[in-house]
């Protein structure tokens, strides 16, 4: 910040500098925000993942993840869904694109019976691009 003391002329000269201080707030402020939605962003449904060694793939801007919780009741993101309107959730969810990939997440405690007829709903539901996910595991 700088200060003129000369008063040696009556004319106020025009001061070439740029002022930050109101950028280092709205900068702050921002960061703030990113901080606090952040967390927010993220699924919390509770579910122990199988490690894998596999390289992680890229992941599309808005996932779709249908989890299968340890007592097989099915999760698409946050919202419980109910087995018979699976595919009708999905498609709505998608927005109608039956080409949208579909991350399926389950506990290790799932048999691979259930996980199956999980996989086979969705097959009948016209949704055929699904994947598994899993923790990555240290190699």
């Known amino acids: 910040m700088g200060v003129r003391l000369d008063h040696g002329e009556d004319a106020f000269e025009e001061v070439h500098e740029i002022n930050v201080t109101p950028f280092i707030d709205v900068m702050l402020v921002l960061l703030i925000i990113f901080m606090v939605a952040a967390p927010l962003a993220t ?4 579910v122990d993942l ?17 989890t299968v919780k340890p007592d ?8 419980a ?6 595919g009708a959730t999905l498609e709505q969810a998608a927005q109608g694109d039956k080409d949208a990939r579909i991350f399926l997440r389950a ?6 019976g259930d996980l199956m007829e999980v996989m086979n709903l969705l097959r009948a539901a016209g949704f055929l691009k699904v ?9």
């Open 72 to 79: 097989l009741t099915l999760t698409l993101g946050d919202d």
């Open 50 to 66: 199988p490690a894998s060694t596999a390289p992680p793939q890229e992941r599309p801007p808005q996932p779709l993840y249908l």
């Open 107 to 112: 506990d290790k405690a799932v048999s691979y």
């Open 81 to 86: 869904v109910a087995r018979e309107t699976l």
């Open 131 to 139: 994947a598994l996910v899993g923790l990555e595991k240290p190699q």
């Open 43 to 46: 699924v919390d449904t509770a």
